[in-house]
């Protein structure tokens, strides 16, 4: 008896976790990684992983469908900059480039909000962090 129990249990709790066998989209994250990098050309490019937490390995291939830079995290939502989405690299790591300078004229905290979609999920995965842009 003990036995079927125990595996009723770890069934109700696997299901739970993965309906039909999918993740949901609060099974990522996105993570900054690394300091953000000028360009030289006046931009500083920001890179981020996606990582899916049950097993915290960077996830590949995704489509950034949304992004967004703005000082929401200073008290100034309304002031954004310009996201240029660069190419993935290295695998799992998704490249920004911001302008700088023209929209902010000292370091400051950024929010950098993204939407993505991953291969294999139905739902969109959101997320965003706080990064310090230099001008």
């Known amino acids: 008896m003990r036995i079927s129990m125990a595996a009723l249990t770890a069934a109700m709790i696997a299901s739970a976790v993965a309906p039909n066998g999918y993740a949901a989209g609060k099974d990522y994250r996105f993570e900054l990684a690394g300091a953000p990098q000028k360009d030289g050309k006046g931009a500083s490019v920001v890179s981020v992983k996606l990582v899916h937490l049950p097993d915290n390995k960077p996830v590949p291939g995704a489509v950034v469908i949304e992004s ?24 799992g790591t998704y490249r920004f480039e911001i302008p700088n300078g ?32 230099e001008p």
């Open 102 to 133: 023209r929209v902010w004229k000292k370091p400051d905290n950024w929010a950098l909000t993204l939407d993505a979609k991953v291969q294999g999920e139905p739902e969109t995965v959101h997320g965003s962090i706080v990064v310090k842009l």
């Open 68 to 91: 967004r830079a703005d000082m929401g995290p200073i008290g100034m939502a309304a002031m954004t900059a310009p996201v240029k989405a660069l190419p993935e690299q290295p695998a």
